[in-house]
């Protein structure tokens, strides 16, 4: 029996997160000073670390560290018990305790493997798809992307109970032996006083949101898979396994359906089945030289550019999505009589940087001073505002903010002056409102007159303009962007290369800033790898350019990121929203 140590780490908002560290017992070329290979083991729900030391046991690899987690409100670690908001909250977590393991442990992420089950194999689903880690693999044990809650109508039931409620808990109806064969894990289950039953229903909804969103896109994981199917699993369904390893765009994956197992797959009566494929597995993936899949292309052809290219077809007459489409368009048309937000879309584009510093400032307005018809103005333009994209632009405001300070925090700390350019900024109010220190120089660029003539302004009643200035550029010259001077010390494009699908504009953007910046500059970008409303921006909304159909390519975040990697940045930490919108990278020029 393996000992384990026992550490906390402090997460990304200041939670401690307690974990255990098997370090490796044999020789481990990779280990002193060099980095370590290492499993992170993810337990499932309701449990905690503690009932994984059989598998740091029987799986072997003593030349491999191994780690797990305590999950907050989980175990030891800290939290109210059962309790955390989302999915996404989780993922930075895992994000939090990655960071820690290869800062203060020296753990290789290249040469390492996820072990997940149940609940923690959707938190890494979910991380692998939303931040792109660069892992060597990942083992998923039957993922709970659709728990089995045996009661009709039971997920619109605690939705509405939530609205009425507010935050409650549900209790777990699973039983030890409904997880396994094996009598000690069994009994082991129903006496462990770690054991945390109860479980938020914010986490229980989130949950499923979150589970869909990864299987319906799961063509954006690239990180080499073996998925552990349990054949006989009393807890979650299987539909939704096999649709998520089906869309898996891994060179390497595996899919084993292990028959007569329940849901505790790593810890079944007949386990070591399990732990011989996964052995399998981990030699498959460390004989494979794994290299980033090619997504410099994926604009030319893969998943996303085919659901592009199909958003972009004319929809024939004859068709009842030309009808839905067309009423739709008449209905936002009537609604920018009354809604202001409405009408500055239709006047200048849904996607402009006017329609933005609407949005950021998210003040329900009416287009007309009728009184009665000014308060359903006020109503309709209320509702227009909350639509989930907006409230995503709102939530990536803030994460630009927070990596905005970050960043300034490290060249002030490697006291390097702060030079900042924006290449596309609209009227610059997230930049602005982001500064809590005045910077040496800042040059906000954008294309329209309008945003440039109101940046101005916004500049000057912030008293900037003595060291800022806004001028009308273009964000794809790369001879321009190349030309900047001062030398930008942090560089921000946010909200630009999402609206455009061809990744020959990207890259010459990318090759201007990286021209431009010296090593150990800064850049901040976004990305949007999911929008729950394509078809509907697509269909009904129009673009700032000539008012044409706004239609957006999706980039996952390995794409997104591959490219800035490209262009000579290395990434260092990444926000985003709890509905998987809206990503914002902090990279540093190599």
């Known amino acids: 029996m393996r000992e384990s140590i026992e550490h906390t780490l402090t997460s990304f908002d200041g939670q401690s997160i307690f974990f255990r560290h098997w370090p490796a017992t044999t020789s481990n070329p990779t280990q002193g000073n060099s980095p370590r290979k290492a499993f992170i083991l993810m337990h499932r729900g309701h449990e905690h670390s503690g009932r994984l030391q059989h598998i740091v046991d029987e799986l072997g690899y003593e030349d491999y560290d191994f780690f797990a987690w305590d999950a907050r409100g989980h175990g030891l670690s800290e939290g109210e018990r059962g309790y955390c908001p989302n999915v996404v909250t989780a993922c930075r977590d895992l994000q939090s305790f990655v960071d820690h393991l290869q800062g203060d442990f020296a753990v290789n992420l290249n040469q390492s493997f996820i072990i997940a089950q149940s609940v923690g194999a959707v938190i890494a689903a979910t991380w692998l798809h939303d931040y ?133 797959t790593l810890g079944e009566k007949d386990r070591e089945l399990a732990f011989d494929k996964i052995r399998a597995f981990v030699d498959r993936c460390h004989d494979y030289t794994h290299n980033p899949a090619p997504l410099r292309q994926a604009d030319r052809y893969g998943y996303s550019y085919e659901e592009c290219q199909q958003l972009n077809q004319t929809l024939s007459k004859l068709s009842l999505e030309h009808w839905y489409w067309a009423a739709t368009k008449s209905a936002l048309r009537l609604g920018g009589k009354l809604s202001k937000g409405v009408a500055l879309g239709h006047e200048i584009g849904f996607d402009s940087g006017s329609m933005l510093d609407y949005v ?122 190349s030309q900047t001077l001062p030398h930008p010390t942090l560089a921000i494009s946010s909200g630009l290369y999402e609206l455009f699908p061809d990744n020959a504009l990207i890259n010459a953007s990318l090759d201007g800033l990286s021209q431009a910046m010296k090593p150990g500059s800064y850049f901040i970008y976004t990305n949007q790898p999911w929008h729950p409303q394509l078809a509907f921006i697509a269909r009904a909304l129009t673009s700032h350019r000539e008012h044409e159909a706004w239609v957006m390519r999706r980039r996952s975040q390995a794409e997104m990121d591959q490219l800035v990697d490209d262009a000579g940045f290395e990434k260092l930490t990444q926000l985003i929203d709890q509905w998987g919108i809206f990503t914002v990278t902090l990279a540093v020029k190599r």
């Not at 939530?162 to 935050?167: D, S, T, V, W, Y």
């Not at 989130?206 to 080499?224: G, Y």
């Not at 898996?248 to 994956?253: E, G, M």
């Not at 294309?447 to 500049?459: A, C, F, W």
């Open 132 to 264: 792109a880690p660069k892992v060597k693999g990942a083992i998923l044990a039957s993922p709970a992307f659709k728990v089995k809650l045996y009661v009709p109508l039971a997920i619109p039931g605690l939705s509405l109970m939530q609205k009425i409620r507010g935050h409650f808990y549900v209790n777990s109806y699973v039983k030890g032996k409904w997880l396994t064969h094996d009598p000690e894990r069994v009994a082991s289950y129903n006496h462990d006083k770690l054991i945390t039953r109860p479980i938020s229903v914010d986490m229980l909804l989130d949950l499923f949101k979150t589970s869909k969103r990864i299987v319906a896109d799961s063509q954006a994981i690239h990180t080499p898979i073996q998925l552990l199917i349990s054949g006989d699993d009393w807890v979650v369904h299987h539909k939704p396994q096999h649709q998520f390893y089906d869309r898996l765009s891994s060179t390497i994956k595996e899919k084993h359906i292990l028959n007569g197992f329940y849901h505790d």
């Open 360 to 481: 950021y400032q998210n003040k329900p307005s009416a287009a007309t001073q009728t009184p009665v018809l000014s308060q359903l103005g006020r109503c309709i333009d209320k509702q227009y505002l909350n639509a989930i994209g907006w409230r995503g632009i709102r939530q990536r405001k803030v994460h630009l903010e927070n990596l905005i300070d970050q960043a300034i925090q490290r060249l002030t700390k490697a006291k390097k002056p702060i030079h900042i350019v924006d290449i596309a900024a609209g009227h610059g109010r997230y930049l602005l409102d982001a500064l809590n220190k005045r910077p040496d120089s800042i040059v906000l660029r954008d294309y329209s007159d309008t945003n440039v003539q109101e940046g101005k302004k916004l500049l000057k009643s912030r008293h900037l303009d003595e060291v800022g200035q806004f001028i009308k550029a273009d964000a794809f010259n790369t001879k321009e962007l």
